[in-house]
């Protein structure tokens, strides 16, 4: 019964606060228009203008406000708003699968072809300020989280990503309930004395108390399961949003993971064996990508998806080398791995999308990370470069011991073999002893298993 939509049409607002120089801002433009694009919207301009915040009632000045209200079909001031009515917030996340085209808020000439429905500020404004800015363009208006958490609920597949998406929306919803009432509570329709507004923050609060306790459990599970691949050997792929951590997945594990061109196409962390197989296995995890101004709540709700990559004894931090803003996407990289306190892991840089940069620019990269990987996870042979790269970090780890398995434990062979590399056996009266290779940590906790009673 779905009927097919047009598309929504959208104009991106950008302030230029005086930190941030051209080209950053441009960038971070760019980008909020591929956030938009992968919501599916088409993007039909720009409009951005110097300030020295992004405070004041509307965000932009009275002149540019009033331009972008011509566009809008608005009528370009905020004015009294006489009729409260449901924020456009809260209808747009509560409603979010059965939406309708929208109706105007103000008068305006919605049979205007091309007039963008969506005003999108490139920025995290307050509910005030997306009210008054929807009062005075008639537009829907949606700020970076919002965009963002969007995405992010249209991409997340499991139980654990939904329900974390979930509590990151209720969070953003809540304050703009509180605020979209105009300060007083609306008593009509309630019972018992009971506001509507109160009604919705008590039943977002129950909410978020219900899914935070269906989130701890499924979170209880992954540590058991985490616990026990505590002393496997692990790299964890991480980086910035499309920087090609999900292609290289597939390359190097051989595994059927999402790679698209949108992003935050991974928003689950997958773990799966790098093939060939080696012995002990090495294990691979793909993770959520970063992004500028990435929403606190977001960061929060994915931390545990995040703090799989902590216990990763090695990081391959993906930077798509292709991007001119890769610097940036370094930089951010790097403080949301210092956020999550992964900067002391040990970690490998590579440079991916090297099949569309030039020699010119490759020469560069290579004088100015010379550590870092140049590769593309499009050509077999960097993928097994990698692979090589990977294995000799772990094997450079691994140090050599010997094992006694006594005839009485036989049933802990399996879990010998997953944990570590056995070179030779032999028999003797206290049982099989294995000389073996793997990480000190999981030599010593297999001699801890073998000698316990
Ligand atoms: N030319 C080229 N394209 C690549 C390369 N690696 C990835 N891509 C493309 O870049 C896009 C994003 O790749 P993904 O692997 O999904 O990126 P990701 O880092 O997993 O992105 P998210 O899951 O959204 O964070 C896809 O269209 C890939 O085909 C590469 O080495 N060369
Ligand atoms: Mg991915």
């Given at each position: 019964m779905e009927t097919k939509l047009p598309v929504p049409r959208a104009i991106l607002v950008g302030i230029q606060v005086p930190s941030v120089d051209d080209v950053?801002?441009?960038?971070?433009?760019?980008?909020?228009?591929?956030?938009?694009?992968?919501?599916?919207?088409?993007?039909?301009?720009?409009?951005?203008?110097?300030?020295?915040?992004?405070?004041?009632?509307?965000?932009?000045?009275?002149?540019?406000?009033?331009?972008?209200?011509?566009?809008?079909?608005?009528?370009?001031?905020?004015?009294?708003?006489?009729?409260?009515?449901?924020?456009?917030?809260?209808?747009?996340?509560?409603?979010?699968?059965?939406?309708?085209?929208?109706?105007?808020?103000?008068?305006?000439?919605?049979?205007?072809?091309?007039?963008?429905?969506?005003?999108?500020?490139?920025?995290?404004?307050?509910?005030?300020?997306?009210?008054?800015?929807?009062?005075?363009?008639?537009?829907?208006?949606?700020?970076?989280?919002?965009?963002?958490?969007?995405?992010?609920?249209?991409?997340?597949?499991?139980?654990?990503?939904?329900?974390?998406?979930?509590?990151?929306?209720?969070?953003?919803?809540?304050?703009?309930?509180?605020?979209?009432?105009?300060?007083?509570?609306?008593?009509?329709?309630?019972?018992?004395?009971?506001?509507?507004?109160?009604?919705d923050r008590r039943k977002i609060r129950?909410?978020?108390?219900?899914?935070?306790?269906?989130?701890?459990?499924?979170?209880?599970?992954?540590?058991?399961?985490?616990?026990?691949?505590?002393?496997?050997?692990?790299?964890?792929?991480v980086g910035y949003t499309n920087a090609g951590k999900s292609s290289l997945m597939r390359a190097l594990t051989g595994s059927e993971v999402l790679v698209e061109d949108k992003l935050f196409a991974t928003?689950?962390?997958?773990?799966?064996?790098?093939?060939?197989?080696?012995?002990?296995?090495?294990?691979?995890?793909?993770?959520?990508?970063?992004?500028?101004?990435?929403?606190?709540?977001?960061?929060?709700?994915?931390?545990s998806t995040l703090d799989e990559a902590l216990e990763a004894s090695l990081l391959l931090f993906v930077v798509d080398a292709s991007d001119p803003t890769y610097e940036s996407q370094l930089e951010v990289s790097r403080s949301v791995l210092r956020e999550i306190g992964a900067e002391v892991v040990p970690s490998r840089l590579l440079f991916n999308k090297i099949d569309r940069v030039s020699e010119a620019d490759r020469a560069t990269l290579r004088a100015k990370h010379p550590d870092a990987i140049l590769l593309s996870a499009k050509s077999l042979q960097d993928v097994s470069g990698l692979r090589d790269t990977i294995i000799a970090f772990f094997e450079d780890a691994m140090v050599e011991d010997q094992l006694v398995l006594p005839y009485a434990k036989q049933g802990l062979l399996g879990e010998v073999h997953e944990n570590a590399r056995v070179l030779s056996e032999d028999f003797d009266t206290t049982g099989r002893i294995m000389k073996v290779r793997g990480l000190p940590s999981a030599i010593a906790r297999l001699r801890r298993t073998l000698a316990a009673s």
């Open positions: 950053s801002h441009a960038a971070s433009l760019e980008e909020l228009r591929r956030l938009v694009k992968t919501l599916g919207y088409e993007v039909i301009g720009t409009i951005s203008q110097k300030r020295a915040g992004i405070g004041g009632e509307t965000v932009l000045g009275k002149g540019r406000l009033q331009e972008l209200a011509a566009i809008t079909g608005g009528r370009g001031f905020v004015g009294s708003m006489a009729v409260a009515r449901k924020s456009k917030a809260r209808e747009h996340f509560e409603d979010a699968d059965e939406r309708k085209p929208d109706a105007p808020q103000i008068e305006t000439d919605v049979e205007t072809p091309l007039r963008p429905e969506f005003v999108i500020v490139d920025h995290d404004i307050s509910p005030g300020q997306a009210r008054n800015l929807e009062r005075a363009t008639g537009a829907q208006v949606l700020d970076r989280t919002g965009v963002i958490l969007e995405i992010f609920h249209r991409h997340a597949h499991s139980r654990e990503a939904k329900l974390q998406v979930e509590i990151a929306r209720l969070k953003y919803v809540a304050p703009r309930l509180r605020e979209s009432s105009g300060g007083d509570a609306r008593q009509q329709g309630a019972g018992a004395g009971e506001s509507d507004l109160e009604l129950d909410r978020l108390a219900e899914l935070k306790e269906q989130l701890e459990e499924i979170q209880r599970g992954n540590e058991q399961r985490r616990y026990a691949r505590r002393d496997q050997l692990r790299v964890a792929l928003l689950d962390t997958t773990v799966r064996a790098l093939q060939p197989e080696t012995k002990p296995r090495v294990l691979v995890s793909d993770t959520v990508g970063f992004i500028k101004k990435l929403p606190h709540d977001l960061v929060a709700s994915f931390r």
